[in-house]
């Protein structure tokens, strides 16, 4: 795993989620009992609703359609509301409904009326294409009554009201509203008013501050691009990977440090029973930032067919020498959702010279050859040798190796290998070896490619954690020297190795030093459907300080240019689901069947403390067109018991509607505007753990582990203030009660959008 660096970590603090004090507004002078959704309450309850929604409209105005998704580019042209076609809320059904509404209300309306209000009519039935529809419906939050009209602003709305009253009753059916307001253009436009004017229509589509960048990555005024991120998996006792079968059944295996792998169904269920469980042999301890354990998992390219994947872990032998291995299994014939443990085939095992540096990576390139990510050796400074480990290629260790695990070699090794490998012809050289002068590469993935050109399919990316200056990102090369010991990062390490080296060692495509962070975890290229804009970003991360990273490659220089990730955004991620934290220590990156990116983190990074979870990227200011992005997963039959998934991370809108107690927070010095968090509780010990710990080497560097540790107690110091700090986030005053839900609100307005806004809500709460 990642070699953390032990030293004083920067504090993260809450964003500043301060919204305005909550203001009563008249705005419905009548005594009738019944809103513009149809729902009956008086009208105190009216003034109260109104005011809450200037709120939220004021903390929560971004680009979010009627279905509280983002908006997306529509597949196909729109006929009618064409001034959202390059980027809205509406697909082509959705417009044809639209226009096939207008038409429906312009048959009541007399000629002249059709030159008069033909474009009022218009314009008011298609800001539910706008990508500020959700804003102008107060749909933004669930909780809010759904408008039967967009917000308008006053001195629109008072020329509709003056030329084309009449066409109230036609585009609202409450008669409420009908007797109220129909000829008081005060009283009318005063109940579509907008607390925000900048957002009303048609204003809302004149503000270049909102337009500006409109459907692109949205960044801070520090160029920290704003993502959002949903909570998929928790309880996870040091994550350190998750893949997919490529099976189609788009299932997920997560594997923890112990050497446990559970299974996750589509519906977010859990498997009570595990896929593999082999605890008992994994060399793994309690020690905080101990390295050894379950690291590696690749299925093979045909495990439909063949049911075959292998595995990298840490273990001792019988003379209790603690070694790697790498082996291949079977899924059991009948159960898809067990491995079979007594199948295991051993293909390679390397001694392991000290307990850090372990490697762990395995997965297949797109040639079908199996690609293994060894560590130096450990210590520091790979010592081993006259060169190290990490130069000399008559060894394993330090090394990119690659091998055909559908073969076998004539000297009996248990694989084949691939004719073209580098250095086959080399007497001093391991035929295995693909790549070398690495130091402890945590984390590779391999590029799908453009969905469209497939450019940069194939490409494998690493992050190696470096020594104590320099993390690396690199792509592999096929016979790359990558320079360690000789070179750190662009820099010399060892200064007489780094002069006597070849000019040709392949530089890393991104470096940073330990002023941004100080162990790298490598992630993936972003080639998933639901969030376009990310397409082509390298996205990877810090294990020590929780820091998302991002790089952009310059196609025309083909350099790659880095920036910050800032998660939990009130006004970007405020979207149900979303959510505002997530814990520190970044342990690995991970992608599903379908190419959406997640990453697993926990708040005290031990091998037996359940504090880990699974969470998903998500782009708030773009998604995909409905229906782009739907797969049909193929049926698993499950013998074992499901787990529905329980979140316990708060939403970005259950934070906004918490009671604030206390002052706001003081804002935050650190580059990125994510809130990683620590849990309160430590991992309990037990007697069988005990035992094992006791019967290994000792664990590497002791006063690193103890700076650690005492640096996950300090944050768990601060749960106490980050608890204070979410409470900051809310209104002062509580919401009233409704006494109906938004659902039944939005469902006589928008039948289809509201049936649709209820699956999902529904298939959330499972």
């Known amino acids: 795993m990642n070699e953390p660096s032990y030293k004083e970590v920067q504090d993260f603090y809450m964003s500043d989620l301060k919204g305005p004090r909550l203001k009563e507004v008249d705005v419905w002078p009548c005594t009738g009992r019944s809103s513009s959704s149809g729902v009956p309450f008086s009208c105190p309850h009216v003034c109260l609703w109104f005011s809450f929604s200037c709120l939220i409209g004021s903390l929560l105005g971004h680009p979010q359609c009627l279905d509280y998704g983002p908006p997306f580019q529509p597949s196909f042209h729109l006929e009618f509301c064409s001034a959202y076609e390059n980027f809205g809320c509406c697909d082509q059904e959705r417009d044809n409904s ?9 048959d009541y309306i007399d000629p002249r009326g059709h030159k008069l209000c033909g474009t009022y009519v218009k314009d008011i039935l298609c800001q539910e294409c706008s990508p500020y529809a959700a804003h102008l419906y107060d749909a933004e939050n669930p909780q809010t009554p759904l408008r039967n009209l967009p917000g308008l602003c006053f001195d629109y709305c008072s020329e509709f009201h003056f030329n084309c009253r009449s066409a109230i009753s036609l585009l609202t059916s409450d008669k409420h509203i009908q007797e109220c307001c129909e000829t008081n253009t005060t009283h009318f436009c005063n109940l579509l008013h907008l607390h925000d004017e900048d957002y009303c229509f048609p204003n809302v589509l004149k503000n270049t501050a909102l337009n500006r960048n409109l459907g692109s990555v949205v960044e801070d005024r520090k160029g920290c691009l704003q993502l959002c991120l949903s909570e998929v998996a928790n309880g996870l006792r040091n994550p350190v990977l998750m893949v997919h079968a490529n099976d189609h059944t788009h299932r997920m295996f997560v594997a923890e440090q112990v050497g446990v792998i559970w299974v996750y169904l589509p519906d977010g269920s859990r498997l009570e029973e595990p896929f593999l469980d082999i605890k008992s042999i994994v060399l793994a301890t309690p020690w905080v930032g101990d390295e050894r354990g379950f690291l590696g998992m690749a299925f093979h390219p045909k495990y439909k067919y063949n049911g075959r994947f292998y595995i990298y872990y840490s273990y001792m032998d019988k003379n209790r020498v603690e070694k790697i291995r790498i082996s291949e299994l079977k899924v059991l014939a009948s159960d898809v959702n067990k491995a079979d443990p007594h199948s295991e085939r051993n293909l390679l095992e390397l001694e392991e010279p000290a307990a850090n540096h372990n490697g762990g990576q395995l997965l297949f390139g797109v040639d079908g050859c199996m690609y293994l990510f060894t560590g130096d050796g450990g210590k520091a400074g790979d010592p081993f040798g006259k060169f190290g480990n990490a130069q000399n290629k008559s060894t394993l260790l330090g090394k990119v190796l690659r091998i055909d695990v559908d073969g076998r070699s004539p000297d009996g090794k248990p694989y084949r290998i691939p004719p073209d490998n580098p250095f086959v012809s080399d007497p001093k050289a391991r035929t295995e070896v693909y790549a070398y002068g690495v130091r402890n ?60 080296s070849s000019l040709d060692d392949i530089l890393p ?81 991970a992608e599903d069947e379908a190419g959406e990116l997640y990453f697993m983190s926990t708040s005290y990074p031990s091998a037996y403390a359940p504090h880990g979870s699974l969470y998903k990227f998500i782009d708030p200011a773009r998604r995909a067109p409905p229906g782009k ?61 005990k035992t094992k710990a006791s019967a290994t080497k000792t664990a590497p560097s002791g006063k690193k582990r103890q700076k650690i540790k005492a640096e996950a107690k300090h944050h768990k110091r601060k749960r106490k203030e980050k608890a204070a700090h979410i409470s900051r986030s809310a209104p002062s005053t509580p919401l009233p009660n409704k006494r109906s839900s938004h659902l039944t609100r939005t469902k006589k307005l928008l039948p289809k959008k509201a049936a649709l806004a209820k699956e999902k809500m529904e298939e959330e709460g499972e």
């Open 98 to 106: 639209i226009a096939a509404k207008y038409w429906d209300i312009m």
């Open 441 to 500: 590469m945590w984390r590779c993935a391999v590029d799908r490619g453009d969905p469209v050109t497939k450019k940069g399919r194939g490409r494998i990316f690493c992050g190696d954690v470096g020594q104590n200056r320099f993390e690396e990102i690199n792509i592999i090369v096929k016979g790359g020297n990558y320079g360690w010991r000789a070179k750190e990062g662009f820099e010399c390490y060892d200064t007489k190795l780094c002069h006597n």
């Open 509 to 589: 495509i991104f470096a940073y030093g330990r002023n941004v962070g100080k162990s790298v975890t490598g992630g993936y290229v972003y080639r998933g459907c639901e969030s376009p804009n990310l397409n082509g970003l390298y996205i990877f991360g810090d294990f020590m300080n929780g820091r998302l990273m991002a790089l952009q490659e310059d196609e025309k220089t083909n350099k790659w240019k880095k920036q910050d990730i800032c998660i939990g955004s009130t006004r970007a991620c405020a979207f149900p689901g979303m959510i505002s934290s997530y814990s520190k220590f970044i342990i690995s990156f």
């Open 629 to 689: 992005c739907k797969y049909k997963p193929v049926p698993v039959k499950t013998k074992s018991k499901r787990i529905p998934f329980v979140p316990r991370a708060k939403t970005v809108l259950e934070l906004l509607n918490e009671p604030s107690t206390t002052k706001p927070p003081k804002k935050s010095s650190t580059p990125t505007g994510a809130i990683p968090t620590v849990s309160s509780k430590k991992a309990k010990k037990t007697p069988s753990t």
